[in-house]
């Protein structure tokens, strides 16, 4: 046996007595326990630099199983470190193995954080396996479901770059021509030029006519959200996450086709998102309007901006308001206009 040969086995040998040790300290694990109170938390931390704390037996059985559990976590955390840095050394690794352990941590609470990082680090195919199916587990931690949803779609991303790159020939188109003409994406508008031409404001007009509905909608579109991505993720609103598919899958207006919309729908669901629409047709139909409201949201932007207070850009922005279509934006420009003197048109 040769050098190189006698390393790599030493190399098999070590990252299988890692797999062998991780899947013991998973089933080790005391169960994780969901109810700890503020108090009963603050008490247990200090007990580590207090250990004459009085405590109720109770409490005392529970801070053990607890310190048994963290050490175990603490050993899983460094197990996973080594499985990752082994294979990015290139040595040998059961990934299907490995993959399977690590969605079991992630399905007791034990390290799950870490757990999936390491299955998106695993990649395609084991790590994407895994986490397709914790996204769909309702027994997961939605928290867990969420971080796993969104290294799901990283992963997945590459195949909606790949859909964007096909023609559109054949499938039905959702926007009209003069829109997909911009070729912009969902901010739309453009950037805020020295001296706008009068045929860009031209085009601006008729864009803005095209993306207007015929009735007000229901609801006002596009949806607002001030939050944060990662600091307010707990309150991060479904139809955010709708658009890690959206964006890539349709860089500008003119991939908005009924066909990909639909197989968004589908994409969205595998991912484990909470759709409003509970069926294809109906999504298609929603962020198609939506998808046209972030246009027209750019376009209007890009008028107050651009100090463009002509009647017909007061008018339309009124009757953007009164279909409920980027009603932020559409207020913006007519309160721009009355601060620069400029008067409303009569209705």
């Known amino acids: 046996m040769t050098h190189d040969e006698k390393n790599a086995d030493a190399q098999d040998d070590r990252t299988a007595a890692m797999l062998e040790e991780l899947e ?11 109810d700890w109170t503020d108090e009963l938390l603050d008490l247990y931390r200090r007990t580590r630099t207090e250990p004459d704390l009085p405590l ?26 080594s499985l990752k840095e082994a294979a990015k050394r290139g040595e040998s690794l059961d990934e299907s193995r490995a993959a399977q352990l690590a969605e079991r941590c992630v399905r007791i609470n034990l390290r799950a954080y870490e757990a999936i990082w390491f299955l998106r680090d695993l990649g395609v195919p084991h790590g994407e396996e895994a986490l397709a199916r914790l996204v769909q587990d309702k027994s997961v931690h939605e928290v867990d479901r969420r971080d796993a949803r969104e290294w799901l779609a990283k992963l997945r991303e590459p195949q909606y770059e790949m859909l964007a790159a096909r023609p559109t020939d054949g499938e039905e188109l959702l926007l009209p021509k003069v829109v997909r003409d911009l070729t912009s994406r969902w901010s739309g508008g453009w950037e805020i030029e020295n001296e706008p031409t009068a045929e860009r404001f031209a085009q601006a007009r008729a864009i803005l006519e095209a993306l207007l509905p015929d009735r007000r909608l229901a609801s006002e579109e596009p949806p607002e ?17 709708v658009q890690m598919v959206l964006v890539p899958l349709m860089l500008d207006a003119r991939l908005v086709t009924r066909e990909r919309l639909i197989w968004a729908w589908y994409e969205c669901e595998r991912l484990g998102i909470d759709l409003e629409d509970a069926t294809p047709e109906a999504f298609a139909e929603r962020w198609a309007a939506r998808i046209a409201a972030h246009l027209a949201r750019g376009m209007l932007e890009w008028l107050w901006r651009e100090d463009c207070f002509a009647p017909w850009a007061q008018d339309l922005a009124m009757r953007y308001i009164g279909r409920n279509v980027a009603v932020a934006e559409a207020t913006r420009l007519l309160s721009e206009a009355a601060e620069a003197g400029y008067r409303s048109p009569p209705q």
């Open 56 to 81: 109720t037996d109770e409490q005392r059985r529970r801070f053990t199983v607890q310190r048994a559990r963290d050490a175990l976590s603490s050993r899983v955390d460094d197990l996973l470190s």
């Open 225 to 241: 959200w001030e939050g944060k991505w990662v600091e307010d993720a707990d309150d991060r609103p479904a139809w955010l996450e």
């Open 24 to 34: 013991a300290a998973i089933a080790a694990a005391p169960p994780a326990r969901y």
